[in-house]
């Protein structure tokens, strides 16, 4: 019949969130549900700003750069301050890392709690005055044994991560998260302001049919990526892949996480390092994929591997199915 079934047994994300640490038993902490609940209500808070953004002037520039040279929008900033403050107030958080903010925030003692957390409070800001998809992502350490949370803290590789995710603010806000136990993706009920729980444990196909890159930066591109983006556009075999690239990483990895098929920024003959900042956009979208069966590397090594040795260094980033991304390695391996 065509009636409408109401759920009555909603799973929130913090009703799942408690649940994974019930079957977890004693290791498992309500510390980190807490923490969980100061980011939810940060994507809150933002995607509502998002939405009405053009309508109370927070579109455009705030008139500053920030520590990676970029102009910073309304947006941006406006992102930043309402992640540092709510993380701030959880009393969950001990060193917080932003995108916007040249040092790490040490958390004072009257508020701290045992966990770092390293944010791009606002991921695919050229996409905002558009009002193309954006979002936010996020990772998670705990601070080490003994210490009382300093820089040390986040510069770990990321598979030291507890948790990791992001939030897409599209057609409608969607929190996608991983606590190492696979990842399940959230959608913002507005009206019950909760997250509720509509993808669960999401799985990339071992291979899809999209790529996703900048190709207006071929020209720069070294010779194993312009090989590989050849064989996927001119196969022996078969149909050539689609290309699909939004220009925010949160809704270019979303895609990828869903539909399959690899996503790339490279490092190049312009950015030796690729563009991508490895503590708040490599770690967390690597630990998502792998979590999700999928494989991210900078082309000869494991992304999660890395000992970051900065706070806002970069790295190459590619990410997506195993298959896919096994054979843009193979042309990395060639060229060694
Ligand atoms: P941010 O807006 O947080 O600075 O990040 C922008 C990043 C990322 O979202 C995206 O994948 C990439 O920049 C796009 O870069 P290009 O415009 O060079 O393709
Ligand atoms: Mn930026
Ligand atoms: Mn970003
Ligand atoms: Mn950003």
């Given amino acids: 019949s065509g009636e409408e079934q109401v759920n009555t047994d909603l799973i929130t994300l913090t009703r799942h969130v408690l649940n994974d640490q ?40 705030a008139g500053d750069t920030n520590v990676q040279g970029e102009e910073q929008k309304k947006l941006d900033v406006l992102s930043n301050d309402i992640m540092v403050n709510a993380l701030r107030a959880s009393g969950k958080t001990a060193v917080l890392v932003s995108e916007e903010l040249e040092d790490a925030v ?14 791009d ?34 510069l770990r590789p990321g598979n030291q991560m507890v ?30 302001g909760e997250f509720i729980l509509t993808h669960p444990n999401i799985r990339i196909p ?16 070294n010779a194993p990526v312009v090989r590989y983006l050849e064989s996927i556009k001119y196969p022996a075999s078969g149909k050539p892949y689609s290309a699909r690239y939004i220009g925010s990483m949160v809704a270019d990895v979303h895609r990828t996480l869903l539909y399959g098929g690899i996503f790339g920024y490279p490092e190049d003959k312009k950015s030796k ?47 997506g199915s195993k298959d896919d991304v096994q054979d843009l390695q193979k042309f990395y391996q060639e060229a060694n």
């Fill in 22 to 61: 019930f079957n977890l038993g004693a290791a498992a902490s309500g510390d980190l549900t807490l923490l969980l609940t100061a980011i939810q209500l940060t994507s809150k808070f933002i995607a509502t700003n998002v939405r009405k953004a053009r309508l109370i002037n927070l579109v455009g520039l």
């Fill in 106 to 119: 040490i958390i004072e003692d009257q508020y701290k709690g045992k966990y770092c957390v390293v944010f």
């Fill in 121 to 154: 409070p606002l991921d695919g800001s050229s996409n905002i005055d558009a009002g193309v998809n954006i979002g936010t992502i996020f990772g998670v350490y705990q601070v080490q044994e003994g210490s009382k949370g300093t820089v040390a803290d986040v």
């Fill in 163 to 192: 948790a990791a995710g992001y939030t897409m603010y599209g057609s409608s806000a969607n929190l996608v998260l991983s606590t190492g136990h696979g990842v399940n993706g959230y959608t913002l009920d507005a009206a019950l």
């Fill in 206 to 221: 071992p291979r899809g049919k999209i790529y996703s890159f900048n190709e207006g930066n071929s020209m720069y591109f």
């Fill in 273 to 319: 390092k690729g563009k991508l900042r490895l503590l708040y956009e490599a770690f967390p979208m690597a630990f998502l994929t792998e979590q999700a069966g999928g494989v991210a590397t900078t082309g000869t090594g494991r992304i999660l591997d890395i000992v970051p040795t900065s706070i806002h260094e970069r790295c190459p980033v590619f990410l």
